[in-house]
């Protein structure tokens, strides 16, 4: 009798348990449209499920009208089988006792046989079969079997409350039985409790079994999400990444870049400029395309290798600050550096480059929307106060060049710093200019 359907949520055509069966619900959640990576069902061989088990384990044959499967049929003409073999023993039983006429005795085997046959109604109709069964258990010995085999069904298929009542009646109905049909070898309180234990092993199996198919089907259903969290951890994990890169791209390129344009556009609005300015401007745009293929050729070997101390170049630090202000000045920009950190190759490397990543796009904002203004860039900190950082610049005094995709290195650098446990902040200065402003955690 194992082989039965497993449990089901209730649904609102269960309270009478009669009409069509309904189908299995499928479980909540990401689980109910999960197949393996190649397309298959989830069970190797569904035929060795019960028809809503396997149908649970392969969403490919969802919808429609439920087919037993070979198990089904196993099981089925198990039961069956079974009702015939007990229905035998009780009509043996009925046919000599002293206390049964011969005509109730044929009625009670005849009955018996219709509800042996109506055992292969026991999946269609659980709730409706089971309660038919309660009487005829009361009439017929014969049907014994059957009446066994229709509340096992229903303690498998429907919940608990169902159980609860038709198996309380069918256990209140005992004494009323051996009333009418004594055992002529057993004393009447010794039948009453035989039959009473026999119909509570009944329903405790079934709801052994149904609580079995549920423990299968929650496993299955958790370790579906745990492979769809793991699918979308992977997920995550790989945009996280592609956001590093361009953050990283962007960090490194943009300055060189900048200068280049710049650069280049001197040269195309002034050819006429003296060839000492024109000289000058080829070295910083040579200068700057060797170092932006640096800075190139060093995200790269950090990509291929995934560290960045692998990558062939050091990372700046707060130590290289000077360096990319005296880059700015030779690009002709104004830029004014006001130092205080009194040591600053004490300051450790990952806050050191974030606060350089900061100073140098800030420097890149100032080129691109404020040229000809003067750039102030302002460092100062300790260990346990922490690292300040400010970039600012005045109105520019002419106008400003619209530069697309303006914004994205903000965002970019409000990241750094909240995953550095800073924060930064920029917006209007006081004198119609720009302000960038950051503090960086700094342990002592």
Not at 314 to 319: A, E, F
Request: proline fraction near 9%; charged fraction near 20%; aromatic fraction near 6%.
């Amino acid at each position: 009798m194992s082989g039965t359907e497993p449990p089901r949520r209730p649904r609102p055509d269960e309270s009478t348990g009669s009409g069509p069966r309904a189908e299995p619900v499928p479980p909540a959640g990401p689980a109910t449209a999960h197949a393996d990576p190649g397309g298959g069902p989830l069970a190797k061989n569904p035929w060795t499920l019960p028809s809503a088990v396997a149908r649970e384990f392969d969403p490919g044959r969802k919808g429609g009208r439920t087919r037993r499967t070979a198990r089904d049929w196993i099981t089925d003409f198990s039961c069956f089988l079974a009702a015939v073999l007990i229905g035998m023993i009780g009509a043996d039983a009925v046919s000599g006792n002293p206390h049964v006429s011969p005509g109730v005795a044929a009625f009670d085997q005849v009955l018996g046989a219709a509800a042996c046959a109506a055992v292969w109604l026991r999946r269609r109709w659980p709730v409706g079969l089971a309660l038919a069964m309660v009487p005829v258990s009361v009439a017929s010995d014969t049907a014994g079997g059957a009446a066994a085999v229709a509340l096992f069904t229903l303690a498998v298929h429907r919940p608990f409350r169902y159980v609860a009542w038709i198996g309380g009646a069918s256990i209140a109905v005992v004494p009323l039985t051996y009333w009418l049909r004594p055992d002529p070898g057993m004393p009447y309180g010794i039948a009453i409790a035989f039959g009473v234990l026999l119909t509570a092993t009944v329903i405790g199996w079934g709801m052994f079994v149904r609580s079995r198919r549920e423990l299968l089907l929650s496993l299955r259903d958790r370790a579906v999400r745990a492979e769809n969290e793991a699918a979308l951890r992977a997920e995550q994990a790989q945009r996280l990444a592609r956001e590093n890169i361009a953050r990283e791209m962007h960090d490194v390129l943009a300055h060189r870049l900048t200068l280049l344009s710049v650069h280049a556009g001197a040269l195309e609005f002034r050819p006429d400029a003296p060839r000492e300015e024109i000289v000058r401007a080829a070295g910083v745009i040579r200068e700057s395309s060797h170092e932006a293929l640096q800075d190139l050729r060093q995200v790269i070997g950090v990509l291929r290798g995934g560290d960045e101390d692998a990558a062939g170049r050091p990372q700046p630090t707060l130590t290289a600050l000077d360096t990319l202000v005296a880059e700015s000045r030779d690009a002709g920009m104004k830029v004014d550096l006001d130092n205080r950190v009194a040591d600053p190759a004490a300051v450790p490397a990952a806050l050191g480059r974030t606060a350089y990543r900061i100073a140098q796009e800030g420097l890149t904002n100032a080129r691109k929307h404020a040229p000809g203004a003067v750039v102030t860039v302002a460092v100062t900190g300790a260990p346990g106060e922490g690292l300040a950082l400010s970039v600012r610049n005045p109105a520019p005094p002419g106008p400003v060049p619209e530069v697309p995709g303006s914004g994205q290195g903000l965002i970019g650098l409000a990241e750094r710093a909240s995953l550095a446990g800073g924060r930064l902040g920029h917006g209007p200065g006081p004198d119609g200019g720009f302000r960038l402003e950051a503090w960086l955690p700094w342990a002592p």
